[in-house]
């Protein structure tokens, strides 16, 4: 599984030169934590970033020093976070997503928690709000993105739908990652299946396959490789002009384009979007609770809310928390995407995952 919604394209763009993350991780203490210590420590994956101002800011009002420990991509950070939850590597999981929320919860990875303004947090995004197991932190939408100068090129009019994306004229142009492997992959899988129902959905993936779509491991491979609207899809020389991503890879595009150009050279097909939401939560065995409260609350502050955007490529969940200008340009999020309730993902995602393996990978 990798790294969930647009953080993935930060950590790319590192690979690519084109971007520096902000350190996230202040020298932890001579303390390993626990009651009364003043370090608090956040279990993230491997894409978590905040502005070094921000976390400074937090660690001088609250007098924690804030020790990040970046444990893989979502899926694996998740996995390993609950073979351990008996004797927590930290204080605070931020990076379970609701493609995995149910695991977690299930696992009793975390304990109860109503952070401090909580209030802000659109009530939508709250999907365990009887028992504030964890809180929202973010969102995003998966989506199919197109290379505009290839469709222009071809004088053909970009996919709009899941079903555009069967049709002939769109034949061998789609790349999409596994959905056993990768965040994104599973987002599609289960964007197909809330718009085709459990029914319906594995005869989409027949036509998608017969109609050449190309899988591969992960995201990166997908968007920086295969892909030839992005700059390292331009670089690899690829020649897939339809990726499975991220509404807000577009305007990742434009940032970190150096010189920028005036438009965006990719666009969303906003009839393929899949919502994800992120949440972060106090581990059940957290040695210093009070630390990992105050961190949580934090996350949900309109200061960090604001700072995230630019750092992880995802939107805040906090009412009126400002978004960067290129966003509302470039990367609007989708009016409506396919979403589907945390137990309906538990109850199938397994088989789902092993039914498509067998359908498109065999």
Known sequence: MHTTHTRAFVAAAVGLGLVTLSACSSSPSSSDGGAGSKTVTLVSHDSWAVSKNVLKDFEKRSGYQ?????????????NKAILTKDNPQGDVFFGVDNTLLSRALDNGLFQPYTAKGLGT?????QLDAAKHRVTPIDYGDICVNYDKAYFSKHKLTPPTSYADL????YKNLLVTENASTSSPGLGFLLGSAAQYGDGGWPDYWKKLKANGVKVVDGWEQAYNEEFSGSAGGRKAGGDRPL??????SPPAEVIYAD???STAPTGVATGT???QIEFAGLLSNARNTEGGKALIDFLVSKEFQEDMPLNMFVYPVVKGAAVPAEFTEYGPAAKDPETMAPDRIAANRDQWVKTWTS???R
Do not use: H, I
Request: some cysteine.
């Open 66 to 78: 804030v020790r990040v420990l970046k444990d893989g991509d979502a899926g694996q950070a998740v």
């Open 121 to 125: 947090v659109g009530t939508a995004y």
């Open 166 to 169: 069967v049709e002939p004229q």
């Open 243 to 248: 990726v499975v991503s991220y509404a807000s």
């Open 259 to 261: 010189p920028k150009p």
């Open 273 to 275: 979007c899949f919502r």
């Open 359 to 361: 359908l498109v990978l």
